[in-house]
């Protein structure tokens, strides 16, 4: 019997990337006004003019500092500074890394939430999600637990369960804004805490009054 | 997240609702869009420009504007009472109210950094758009000195090549000669 033939090198059809978001690439210094390109090395601070479209505004320029040390070669360091860089032999290391003690150069630190980590050490913590300043996308739970309240009031029948449910999610908003994690002011969650609330009574009150009729 | 976060200003859109804080080494813009708050920093070390501006009114005015005048006509066509009338003056008033309030002076700060930057919108608030554009000015020159000098100590010494031999004159000083 012939096996049915089956290319060797079939593959399984890979899946999509995710579709991006489109968002404009932020082109540097530009005009408050028009947007055209500004050289904040050729300005002075005070008062500015653009020349593309002749708006004023106040400005103040600026010149960051690189955010780095250049590596020191090993053969430039010395005696006494002659530990090499454990993944880049000929550079001085400047330290250890605090978590797993490897010695660094300038190339391998990565300054992060006030510790200078090792490449694999930072991946693996940035993976476990074990630094706080990495995390740049959070629920919105205040807003969920408005929505909740809001919604809620429409199904007023079913106030006991989403009374308890608007609750809960304004508690978790509560804790993540003293986390200082969330956004927005304590009236939202206020609010929702009493549309909470009201929807409970009203809930009751609904069940109360079918249990009577 | 850094807890000393103080909410500086804001810059809601059409779409968006953004919020401006102010931490000890940066500014979070806080981007609201549906459920999910996306976070951005504009770290007051990569700040190249700060500019204070005052923003022209924009293509909502003029919307407003003309929704008022269409919702005044439509009222004064459908006659001076009944409900209809009244809606449509009520919205007229609104969209006078939206238009009056969109043309509002709104002052515009913006802190241009390397990768992104941040804008803090003040609407008929001058006197505190000037305190924060001098704060955020004062926070960057300071923020940035320290890491100049902070860089300038962490620069590893470069030992001189010649100084452990002897017998190997020291090179001499430029001389300055006078004008």
């Known amino acids: 019997?012939?096996?049915?033939?089956?290319?060797?090198?079939?593959?399984?059809?890979?899946?999509?990337?995710?579709?991006?978001?489109?968002?404009?690439?932020?082109?540097?210094?530009?005009?408050?006004?028009?947007?055209?390109?500004?050289?904040?090395?050729?300005?002075?601070?005070?008062?500015?003019?653009?020349?593309?479209?002749?708006?004023?505004?106040?400005?103040?320029?600026?010149?960051?500092?690189?955010?780095?040390?250049?590596?020191?070669?090993?053969?430039?360091?010395?005696?006494?500074?002659?530990?090499?860089?454990?993944?880049?032999?000929?550079?001085?290391?400047?330290?250890?890394?605090?978590?797993?003690?490897?010695?660094?150069?300038?190339?391998?630190?990565?300054?992060?939430?006030?510790?200078g980590l090792c490449p694999a050490c930072f991946d693996r913590l940035a993976a476990e999600r074990g630094l706080p300043s990495l995390r740049n996308s959070l629920a919105d739970l205040q807003s969920l637990a408005l929505l909740a309240g809001i919604v809620g009031l429409f199904f007023f029948f079913l106030g006991v369960v989403t009374g308890p449910l608007t609750l809960v999610l304004s508690g978790f908003a509560v804790r993540q804004k003293r986390r200082g994690e969330g956004s927005g002011g304590w009236g939202g969650i206020l609010l929702a805490c009493g549309l909470g609330v009201a929807q409970i009574g009203i809930g009751l009150f609904t069940i109360a009054r079918g249990f009577r009729t | 997240m850094n807890a000393e976060r103080i909410r500086w200003g804001q810059a809601h859109g059409a779409a968006h609702r953004r919020r401006v804080y102010r931490t000890a080494d940066a500014l979070e813009v806080d981007e609201a869009g549906g459920f999910e708050i996306v976070r951005r920093r504009v770290f007051f070390t990569e700040?190249?420009?700060?500019?204070?501006?005052r923003a022209r009114p924009g293509a909502a005015v003029w919307v407003l504007a003309a929704l008022?005048?269409?919702?005044?006509?439509?009222?004064?066509?459908?006659?001076?009472?009944?409900?209809?009338?009244?809606?449509?003056?009520?919205?007229?008033?609104?969209?006078?109210?939206?238009?009056?309030?969109?043309?509002?002076?709104?002052?515009?700060?913006?802190?241009?950094?390397?990768?992104?930057?941040?804008?803090?919108?003040?609407?008929?608030?001058?006197?505190?758009?000037?305190?924060?554009?001098?704060?955020?000015?004062?926070?960057?020159?300071?923020?940035?000195?320290?890491l100049a000098a902070r860089l300038a100590e962490e620069e590893p010494r470069r030992p001189d090549p010649l100084a452990g031999i002897t017998g190997i004159p020291a090179p001499p000083s430029p001389a300055i000669e006078p004008a």
Request: charged share 15%; proline share 13%.
């Open chain 1, 1 to 115: 019997m012939i096996p049915p033939e089956t290319p060797e090198t079939a593959e399984p059809p890979r899946p999509l990337p995710p579709r991006p978001r489109f968002r404009r690439a932020y082109p540097g210094p530009a005009c408050p006004y028009c947007g055209a390109p500004l050289a904040p090395e050729e300005m002075a601070a005070g008062p500015a003019l653009c020349l593309a479209c002749a708006g004023s505004f106040e400005a103040t320029p600026f010149q960051p500092p690189p955010s780095y040390v250049p590596p020191l070669a090993l053969a430039e360091a010395g005696p006494a500074g002659a530990t090499p860089c454990a993944a880049h032999a000929g550079n001085a290391a400047l330290g250890n890394c605090p978590r797993c003690g490897i010695f660094l150069c300038a190339l391998c630190r990565t300054e992060v939430d006030g510790q």
């Open chain 2, 47 to 53: 700040i190249r420009l700060v500019t204070l501006h």
């Open chain 2, 68 to 146: 008022a005048g269409i919702a005044l006509l439509a009222g004064l066509v459908s006659g001076r009472s009944g409900i209809p009338a009244y809606v449509l003056y009520g919205v007229t008033g609104l969209s006078a109210f939206g238009a009056m309030v969109s043309s509002a002076p709104v002052w515009v700060v913006t802190a241009h950094g390397r990768r992104t930057r941040a804008e803090l919108r003040f609407r008929l608030r001058q006197a505190r758009a000037e305190q924060v554009y001098g704060e955020l000015c004062h926070l960057v020159g300071e923020a940035q000195s320290a």
